[in-house]
């Protein structure tokens, strides 16, 4: 299976800093046929940044798109409309969950979304500090993968990604700590075995990317955590040497 090395730059850089951030990018990052690198920038830097990028060397990805094709959605942008423009879409990150308000039933339109219009779902879980306090990250977990993959059928399911991003590791959490290489396995075993229950053996495929204070100096932990293909890195991918350096970390541990 491929490494994915997702890069999710959230509210920040102008367009044309995000295309001079890209044109570094391209020249600083080897070409790795096995790690499959993406960022995710605003949507107003995504049509430009898809006529500049190589997709032989790396993606786009769309941090939020809307459900519906076209319509009467005032502010709204479709999946139909960013088909073409990027490979793949986080959906459901725990900033839009948990500011934005949106909850596991427009998530699931959202993932039925993407795949309908040829974007690969990120779809992202992960419980809060005090669900895990209170010993409910299981049910957290499970509800949220049945509630998003609710529209996902059988032969969609290969259309998808998984991430488990801890809300309580997010960097810009308050008092965010960084999730222990052990408590990311336990979680992501049960994701695994969660999917298996949904969908049968073809779920052993599903990419499980780990997301939540990520850095060059435990990246290589983190993939090497059993059942973990990927990371998903917020505030480290802002910064050009630190997100290739994660990229040369994954070459290094997956190859
Ligand atoms: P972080 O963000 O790497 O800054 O913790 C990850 C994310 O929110 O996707």
Request: net charge neutral; proline share 4%; charged share 25%.
């Amino acid at each position: 299976m491929k490494t994915y090395i997702v890069g999710n730059w959230k509210l920040n850089f102008t367009v044309g800093e995000a295309s001079i951030y890209l044109h570094k990018l391209l020249k600083a990052m080897p070409n790795y046929r096995d790690v499959e690198v993406v960022v995710a920038p605003s949507l107003i830097a995504l049509q430009p940044l898809s006529l500049q990028v190589d997709r032989h060397k790396m993606k786009l990805a769309a941090q939020n798109a809307f459900y519906r094709d076209t319509g009467a959605f005032t502010g709204e942008v479709s999946f139909a409309q960013l088909r073409g423009i990027v490979d793949y879409a986080i959906v459901g990150h725990s900033e839009r969950r948990y500011i934005l308000r949106e909850d596991d039933k427009m998530i699931a339109k959202k993932v039925a979304a993407a795949v309908r219009n040829k974007i690969t779902p990120i779809l992202c879980i992960g419980e809060t500090e005090s669900e895990r306090a209170f010993g409910e990250t299981a049910d957290v977990i499970r509800d949220q993968l049945t509630g998003g993959l609710s529209e996902v059928s059988d032969d969609m399911l290969d259309k998808v990604i998984i991430a488990y991003e801890p809300v309580w590791a997010i960097s810009s959490t308050k008092a965010a700590k960084a999730a222990a290489p052990d408590e990311i396995a336990e979680v992501v075993r049960l994701i695994r075995a969660s999917l298996v229950d949904m969908y049968g053996a073809v779920a052993e495929r599903v990419p499980v990317l780990f997301g939540g204070s990520v850095k060059p100096v435990n990246a290589g932990a983190y993939l090497t955590v059993p059942g973990v293909d990927g990371l998903l890195v917020g505030g480290s991918s802002l910064i050009l040497n630190e997100f290739v350096d994660i990229i040369e970390v994954a070459k290094r541990v997956r190859s």
